[in-house]
């Protein structure tokens, strides 16, 4: 069965310093990955995919993540970290193709970002 | 863009009441949208996929009669909580999806708060 592990419960960095958030994933064969971003007591916001391509991919708010097959991992990255960013951000991986299952999506546990001014 | 609405946005029930939940895509047509389950500092939980004019697929453990869905439009689809008791309280989250082969992106709504007592 699918798994998402994002082994970092919490995370806290000084305003201004560099980001990693860590995503694992084990799948049968290479799948959908995404980052949302969720603020307290909101829904989500896709902050960036890979489906296919170039590995290193660019999102919104100035993210990026890289896919490392060999690693089986999707990190998340960014240069230098905004107040606005402390929220929980969730790794989450679809099945290739659009055959069935509804394209349903497994979701880690997720990572809560804490920023010190 | 593509938004998704829910409401109410938080709704406090007595136990052994019914409560209906809604999700519209406002500015798309949705052929399938999809139900989550988030408990606090948890992950999201799939509970089930909904496509219009179909029945609801439901996830393993998830009590279909106990979570009624109906996607009766390609704009609206609902959950009712029936019989509610205090374990069901929870964030509920709702996303949609575009429909096409080539649309794989799920766009979420801000979640329902449900709070039984």
């Known amino acids: 069965a699918q798994s998402v592990t994002q082994p970092d419960i919490h995370i806290t960095v000084s305003e201004g310093a560099s980001l990693e958030l860590r995503c694992n994933y084990s799948?049968?064969?290479?799948?959908?990955l995404f980052w949302y971003v969720q603020s307290p007591g909101q829904g989500l916001q896709l902050l960036l995919k890979?489906?296919?391509?170039?590995?290193l991919v660019q999102g919104i708010k100035g993210f990026e993540a890289e896919f490392k097959r060999s690693q089986s991992s999707f990190n998340l990255r960014k240069p230098s970290v905004h107040w606005s960013d402390a929220a929980e951000y969730f790794c989450?991986?679809?099945?290739?193709?659009?055959?069935?299952?509804?394209?349903?999506?497994?979701f880690g546990t997720g990572t809560q970002l804490k920023v010190e001014l | 863009g593509a938004v998704v609405s829910q409401h109410p946005s938080w709704v406090i029930c007595k136990s052994g009441t019914s409560v209906k939940i809604e999700c519209r895509s406002l500015?798309?047509?949705?052929?399938?949208m999809f139900w989550y389950r988030q408990f606090p500092k948890q992950s999201l939980m799939l509970m089930a996929t909904?496509?219009?004019?179909?029945?609801?697929?439901?996830e393993q453990g998830v009590e279909k009669d106990k979570f009624l869905i109906n996607h009766a439009s390609l704009t609206l689809s609902t959950l009712t909580v029936t019989s509610a008791h205090p374990e069901d309280s929870s964030f509920y989250i709702c996303?949609?999806?575009?429909?096409?082969?080539?649309?794989?992106?799920?766009?979420f709504g801000p979640g329902t708060r449900l709070t039984v007592t």
């Open positions: 996303s949609a999806r575009r429909p096409g082969p080539t649309s794989y992106e799920q766009y």
């Open positions: 799948y049968g064969a290479t799948p959908y």
């Open positions: 890979y489906f296919s391509g170039d590995t």
């Open positions: 989450a991986v679809g099945p290739r193709g659009f055959t069935g299952g509804g394209n349903k999506l497994t």
């Open positions: 500015d798309f047509q949705a052929t399938t």
């Open positions: 909904s496509n219009e004019g179909s029945k609801a697929t439901y």
